[in-house]
């Protein structure tokens, strides 16, 4: 039987991709977590080889919000910010390529049991929910007009969910929470300042996992995103951001296909990019 890893973010850390992939079983499939490039020394090459491995069926790729501010560049909506490291695929001869091959990703991925997402899930959606929200925010990426809905993405509000929201300001509230949300409220407001450890949220607030009657408690989820927590194992939840672009390690986990006791799944791990900023 074919064995499955996530793979946590990767920010253009190239040569540590290639490290883990040599570690890696050939015949293994890869689910990629999101924030795919930036930050890291090489994104246009990770892009390409990311590319490569998906359209030879071994990969696929969950956007992550790294990856939709590099769309948002792309489409002159945004700027290049200070350690920005997208430059190289802007004036790359395959840009468009890349740049539609982005846009085709998915938002969050599924078997009926397993959930892989890059950032997290709201306490009010279920697995069925949360992946018709991520499909609503998947068609405005491959959209002809797709740059309105770029146009309107950033934005903190509405905070929360309701299943009443229309428009763009439904398709931020769930972009935000598939690719920005670290902590909520236990009713789902969330807030996006807080990048530390577990406890470093607003009085009022939680990290999104341990929210009280979440309706995904029962499905096992493997989310990025969160480098302070580092590879993070707990009932039902697995995060795998563990800081390779800040000179931590890149992490795979071998995915199950039921929400098994995650103790039992095997990890492999290989060097980071010793970042010139890192503390």
């Known amino acids: 039987m074919t064995k499955i890893y ?14 883990l992939l040599k570690k890696l079983p050939k015949k293994s499939k890869l689910i990629f977590l999101g924030d795919l490039v930036n930050r890291g020394p090489d994104s246009l090459g990770t892009l390409r080889l990311l590319k490569s491995l998906q359209e030879s069926g071994r990969a696929e790729c969950i956007l992550g919000n790294h990856d939709l501010h590099l ?10 910010k200070g350690l920005d490291t997208v430059d190289r695929i ?6 468009k390529e890349l740049i539609n091959w982005v846009r085709n990703r998915p938002m969050a991925l599924t078997n009926g049991k397993v959930l892989a997402v890059h950032a997290g899930v709201l306490p009010q959606w279920d697995l069925q929910q949360t992946i018709k929200c991520a499909h609503e925010v998947e068609e405005a990426l491959r959209d002809k007009s797709y740059q309105k809905f770029l146009a309107n993405m950033y934005d903190n509000t509405p905070s929360k969910w309701s299943n009443s929201l229309k ?18 409220t236990p009713g789902g407001k969330m807030e996006f300042i807080s990048k530390e ?11 999104w996992f341990k929210a009280p009657k979440r309706k995904t408690a029962n499905t096992l989820i493997y989310f990025g995103h969160w480098s302070t927590l580092g590879l993070l194992r707990r009932h039902n939840v697995i995060g795998l951001d563990t800081g390779c672009v800040w000179g931590g390690k890149l992490t795979a986990m071998e995915m199950s296909g039921t929400n ?7 990890i492999i791990q290989v060097a980071g990019y010793d970042h010139p900023l890192r503390m």
């Open 71 to 80: 769309l948002a560049i792309d489409a002159g909506i945004r700027k290049t």
């Open 90 to 95: 802007l004036k790359a001869p395959d840009r």
């Open 260 to 266: 098994k006791d995650s103790k039992a799944l095997q």
């Open 197 to 207: 450890g577990l406890e470093s949220g607003p009085r009022g607030y939680l990290p």
């Open 6 to 19: 996530a793979v946590g973010d990767i920010q253009g850390c190239t040569p540590s991709l290639k490290n």
């Open 167 to 184: 428009g763009y300001e439904r398709l931020r509230v769930i972009t935000n929470a598939l690719t920005r949300m670290r902590f909520c």
